[in-house]
């Protein structure tokens, strides 16, 4: 691949939430501000840009990724899943999303959106996990209002209900 | 926090890579996982010219198992390390202490030989290479050459390895019979840096105990089979000579005091638990 140069802009393309997509950049732009900035999808949120708060974790590939530790261009032919992209349908939450909303498990929801993307890729692999299994993904995380507990009571019935639910399928 | 501008190279062979790194000199740095580089291109406590990506080059994503090693490719991450079923009996140190490498979320992009490269001196994966007396293999575009764990870890964030260098593979002994493996460590949260990592390595004839957090880099010693207070006294010798320091995570002597006390704990897992 020939070298990206610093100064120019450069065309990345991709996969945002099953569509494609894509956008240029300059080499050193973090993929959280060419996913709000360039593609306004403002559900990605930023706390601290060095990888500490997880506010910005989006899935790449189908693993969770702090969005502040990728560079934009780190993105080419990545499928890219963000919490735009959590819900069926505008008029429907997801089921992790509903039950989140069920226990209050967030409150000025800022921390929220890095929380479910975690919280979805962690079950899609683990469908039947422990409070302990997940009060540990949930260490990847800084939530200043909720004490986490709702997010563990949520997560538990969310898994509960996919398992029905692919039972039934 | 944002990074100063610099080039961008998704290198798409070895080849490729090693011809842009020795180009690039100390300009350059090699991105694979990101997990440890973005923050410090962020925090812009680097500034390289020139980032060289190798997390596509096909031949760098292989894990392979020789006689008596498993080798880990440099853009091997360290989720796909941790899910290999195998892995538990195949190195049970690293399986024990791979759990403790940062976050679910970072574990999922950090690599296993990124962590080897930035060598932080609290690191497990670091820690875990010099207890079990593990390998660093380097490749220029001139040469290649093999350097012991032990001879690596030079001090605090500092190697082995040349400007022109990259680490191409990690070499973990596989586990041996007869030995028994342990690991502890005790940080503020879980994911965080360790503020004392121990791994502790036994067999009929020798105790090795590796201590990450308090020297510069990680540090492992010998003992003969010891047991009771000639245990203690060794540790305690042992935790001096680490010369701890105080800092904003914890003070020298309650390091010492980890040192003594998880030290002799995962020596005592490691004997119970030989095999
Ligand atoms: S904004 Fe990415 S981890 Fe905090
Ligand atoms: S809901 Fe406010 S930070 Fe988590």
């Known amino acids: 691949m020939p070298r990206l140069n610093a100064g120019t802009r450069h065309v990345v393309r991709f996969t945002l939430n099953g569509r494609p997509a894509a956008f240029e950049v300059e080499p050193r732009m973090l993929l959280t501000d060419a996913l709000r900035h360039l593609l306004g999808a403002t559900g990605t949120h930023v706390g601290c840009e060095h990888g500490v708060c997880g506010c910005c974790t989006v899935l790449i590939d189908g693993m969770p990724a702090r969005a502040c530790l990728t560079l934009a261009v780190q993105a080419e032919g990545c499928e890219i899943r963000t919490i735009e992209g959590l819900a069926p349908s505008p008029a429907r939450l997801s089921i992790l999303q509903a039950a989140f909303r069920r226990h209050h498990a967030l409150q000025c929801g800022f921390c929220t959106a890095g929380i479910l993307m975690s919280l979805e890729a962690f079950l899609a692999t683990r469908p039947d996990p422990s409070a302990e299994e997940l009060r540990e993904v949930l260490s990847g995380h800084l939530c200043r209002c909720t004490g986490y507990a709702p997010m563990i009571a949520a997560a538990l019935e969310a898994a509960a209900k996919l398992r029905e639910d692919a039972v039934h399928v | ?275």
Not at chain 2, 63 to 71: K, P, T, Y
Not at chain 2, 209 to 226: M, S
Request: charged residues 25%; proline residues 5%; aromatic residues 6%.
């Open chain 2, 1 to 275: 926090m944002k990074p100063a501008p610099f080039d961008y190279l998704r290198a798409e062979s070895l080849e490729e890579a090693l011809a842009a790194l020795d180009q690039g000199g100390s300009e350059a740095r090699i991105l694979a996982g990101g997990q440890t580089l973005l923050p410090m291109l962020n925090m812009r406590l680097a500034r390289p010219a020139l980032l060289i990506d190798i997390m596509r080059i096909p031949a760098l994503s292989a894990i392979s198992l020789e006689q008596d090693a498993i080798v880990i490719s440099a853009a091997v991450r360290q989720a796909t390390v941790l899910a290999r079923p195998t892995l538990g009996t195949e190195v049970p140190l690293l399986a024990a202490a791979l759990p403790w490498v940062g976050h679910f979320q970072t574990r999922s992009r950090g690599t296993i030989c990124g962590s080897v490269a930035h060598a932080d001196p609290s690191a497990e994966i670091p820690l875990c290479l010099v207890a079990l007396e593990g390998e660093i293999r380097l490749r220029s575009r001139r040469a290649t050459r093999r350097v012991s764990a032990e001879q690596f870890f030079v001090g605090m964030m500092l190697t082995d390895k040349g400007d022109d260098e990259l680490i191409e593979a990690v070499a973990f002994p596989k586990r041996r019979p007869g030995e028994g493996y342990a690991f502890a460590e005790v940080g503020r949260r879980h994911g965080d840096f360790a503020i004392v990592a121990c791994a502790g390595v036994v067999d009929a004839k020798r105790m090795r105990l590796a201590v990450a957090g308090v020297a510069e880099r990680p540090v492992a010693r010998d003992f003969p089979l010891l047991d009771g207070t000639a245990l203690d006294d060794a540790l305690n010798a042992f935790a001096w000579d680490l010369q701890a320091r105080d800092d904003i995570h914890a003070t020298a002597r309650y390091r010492r005091d980890l040192v003594r006390s998880l030290g002799r704990k995962v020596l005592e897992e490691a004997a119970a638990c030989r095999a």
